[in-house]
């Protein structure tokens, strides 16, 4: 059957488009996973990735900037971050705000600035961010390793430890609760080899295997044995009691701390509300523990330990295990996802049993880094912070891993993304994507990539227009195969399926501002063509019932016809040969235009077609041999246009 398509939504010559955040949806992107991961961060909503290469790509809740792709846009799929030059060694993310390491051994971070987090000397309040990395003050070299925490960030330099940002429970560590704009060394500390922040308590490790912690100590967090009340604090390190030694590992969350030693074995201290210490013990508001106790079942064979807001993820035999709270799916196993969902030991995470290298966590998610370069992320997901190009509501998460997808093709503001796919149900990765001027198309016989299939395959096209004039617009598709159309992710046409030929019409009324729009196509059997214009709807009442399907010829805009053929082209066929050639598809478009009362037959539009066209020379007009068939649909709002006059 043949695949023909005319889709028309009428909206006024004075809407222009522009390019906007990427639309709510629960359907897998147009895209394929993202590879060449060497190092991964989980900050509160957004997470970060370094490629190989040194570039570093981050996604998710964006309003502070932390994303660091110069907007505050939410950001459900990687995009880079400007302003590194490459290079990077190293990447740490806050609740709302990141930093990197440079390959000179400097220190740069963007985001939130409310309390001088970044570090470059700025005024901290809560209306300053960074869109984009700034350098920290006075670490232009000689930093070997950085952490972030909610609102504060440290840097390790030649075994000591400096640090700036909030200091409201002492977390930087300087025996000050003073707010620091700049970074001041830690009290006390040398030979430094490793550091983590929590919330707000920082952690260190010596070359010695010791751990020592100052900061926030309400539930414990420090673990020298005090604390556990509300206002309990270290303004200088102190060392964790009852560790044994030869420690290798550390990482702190937000109220909890744990350390990896030497054997493998898993060992964590402070807030156990939700189980995050993986003892086994009641998760609940009073329990926590001052010192150190055993993860159960984690006694040897932990290689990496991360540890998020109020639950934990392990490395073993290079697969995966988590504990504590679970009400967003932050444990993976495909369990949790309500409030008050725990587990208080370890659970395996569902098909990361093997190959897993790297991982982190954030605050309701967590992700992991496979051997293979691929980053994959399971959890909350309200802000796109598990990357795979969906997102939805307050309730979005997913129980069990993700892929994290290569960020969609980069298009222009007047541009279409564009992605095609070898079956009809636009499932699995595409097999290529780009970015079109219009859609306009006619492949034919062919399909739209060499190669590829001619039949049985599908498109998908997305495109953010902005309305300037609110008002009723209608909604038009002609096709003979399978058509989706969505404004604002609402499907306002579906008749997916081998069809006959047929219009589609829909009325709705949008307001000004930015509007999504997504066309889905099938192409079963037969020629395939698609074509996408728009106008505005004739005047209407504030109902749709007055704004039915006009029967009548249409007023076209002339100029606005004429955008598709803005680059003539030289066309080789005979205009004695284009009915032969496109006899079918020349009677399909007869029948559209006959439903709106406009007489004519294939002849004629043959006829008309191939005489030149006074306004641009392209002779024949409409089509011929190796041009773009698809360039006639842009004269038939002209024909119509002349036959109605």
Not at 407 to 412: E, K, L, M
């Amino acid at each position: 059957m043949a695949a023909l398509l005319m889709a028309a939504l009428l909206i006024g010559p004075a809407a222009q488009p522009v390019r906007a955040a990427p639309p709510t949806t629960t359907t897998q992107p147009d895209a394929a996973p993202l590879l060449g991961v060497t190092a991964l961060a989980a900050g509160g909503d957004h997470t970060c990735v370094l490629k190989a290469g040194g570039e570093v790509q981050c996604w998710g809740w964006n309003n502070y900037g932390q994303i660091g792709d110069g907007s505050t846009e939410m950001r459900l799929t990687p995009v880079t971050v400007v302003g590194l030059a490459g290079g990077v060694r190293a990447i740490a993310t806050g609740y709302a705000h990141s930093c990197v390491l440079t390959g000179s051994g400097g220190v740069r971070c963007w985001g939130s600035d409310e309390f001088g987090q970044l570090g470059d000397g700025s005024t901290g309040d809560a209306n300053n961010s960074r869109l984009t990395p700034v350098d920290v003050m006075g670490l232009a070299s000689g930093v070997s390793a950085l952490a972030a925490g909610d609102w504060h960030t440290c840097a390790l330099t030649g075994g000591q430890v400096q640090c700036w940002g909030a200091n409201e429970s002492g977390q930087l560590g300087d025996g000050t609760t003073a707010t620091r704009l700049t970074p001041v060394g830690v009290t006390g500390l040398d030979g430094v080899i490793a550091i983590d922040a929590g919330s707000a308590h920082t952690c260190a490790l010596t070359s010695g295997g010791e751990v020592k912690c100052w900061g926030q100590n309400n539930y414990g967090q420090i673990g020298d044995g005090t604390g556990g009340n509300f206002g309990d604090m270290r303004l200088t390190p102190v060392t964790v009691d009852t560790l044994p030694s030869g420690v290798i590992a550390i990482t702190a969350g937000y109220h909890h701390s744990c350390a990896l030693t030497a054997g493998g074995g898993a060992r964590c201290w402070g807030g156990n509300e939700f189980g995050q210490l993986g003892d086994g013990t009641t998760g609940d508001d009073n329990n926590m523990r001052l010192t150190p106790v055993g993860v159960s079942g984690l006694t040897q064979g932990a290689t990496t330990l991360t540890a998020g807001d109020r639950h934990t993820c392990a490395l073993a035999g290079g697969g995966v295990q988590c504990w504590g709270e679970n009400a967003s799916g932050q444990l993976g196993d495909g369990q949790g996802g309500s409030y008050g969902d725990v587990s208080l030991t370890p659970v395996e995470v569902s098909g990361l049993q093997s190959g897993v290298t790297a991982l982190a966590a954030g605050g309701g998610h967590s992700c992991a880094l496979t051997t293979g370069g691929r980053a994959r992320c399971w959890g909350e997901n309200a802000s796109g912070q598990l990357g795979d190009g969906t997102t939805g509501d307050a309730n979005a998460m997913r129980l069990t891993p993700v892929d994290v997808v290569a960020g969609a093709t980069a298009c222009t503001a007047a541009q279409w993304q564009a992605a095609y796919f070898d079956n009809l149900d636009l499932q699995t990765a595409p097999t290529a994507t780009t970015c079109e001027g219009a859609v306009d198309f006619f492949w034919g016989q062919g399909g739209p990539s060499a190669g590829g299939p001619v039949n049985n395959w599908s498109a998908r096209w997305r495109h953010t227009l902005e309305i300037q004039t609110a008002g009723w617009y209608e909604l038009r598709a002609f096709a003979d195969d399978g058509l989706r159309l969505y404004v604002d992710g609402q499907p306002v046409i579906d008749d997916w399926g081998q069809r006959a030929f047929a219009e589609r019409v829909t009325v709705q009324r949008l307001a000004q501002g930015l509007h999504e729009i997504t066309l889905e196509y099938a192409d079963w059997t037969g020629d395939a063509l698609a074509h996408l214009t728009w106008y505005r709807a004739a005047a209407c009442a504030n109902d749709a019932a007055t704004c039915a399907p006009r029967l009548a010829a249409p007023t076209f805009q002339t100029e606005a016809a004429r955008l598709s053929i803005a680059q003539p082209k030289t066309c080789q066929n005979a205009p004695g040969q284009t009915l032969a050639a496109y006899g079918a598809l020349l009677t399909s478009i007869s029948m559209g235009l006959q439903a709106y009362g406009i007489d004519t037959s294939p002849e004629e539009l043959n006829l008309w077609l191939s005489q030149a066209d006074t306004n641009t020379g392209v002779t024949p007009r409409g089509y011929a041999g190796v041009c773009d068939a698809g360039l006639m649909w842009g004269y038939i709002p002209l024909f119509a246009e002349e036959k109605a006059q």
